[in-house]
């Protein structure tokens, strides 16, 4: 899987997040690890960075297109 920053990329098995998918946002990517946004990432919260490998395992798919504009996708919508 290609990882892009900027992209939104959805859990293979996605969760409730205060509300929201517990979706995840590439703010910046490496050669071997990716910080990422989302729901679950507090406001004043320092961006979480895990491993590519650990990402891609996480990831299902690229939401950035089903995604309503400027907000997470509410859970179960």
């Given at each position: 899987m290609e990882l892009i920053k900027g992209r939104v990329y959805r859990a293979?098995?996605?969760a409730n997040c205060n509300g929201?998918?517990?979706d995840r946002q590439i703010v910046w990517t490496g050669t071997s690890s990716v910080q990422?946004?989302?729901p679950a990432v507090r406001n004043g919260q320092r961006y979480p960075t895990v491993s590519r490998e650990k990402f891609e395992s996480w990831a299902g798919e690229d939401v950035t297109e089903k995604?309503?504009?400027g907000d997470w996708q509410r859970f179960g919508v």
């Open positions: 293979k098995k996605p929201y998918y517990n990422y946004d989302g995604l309503p504009p």
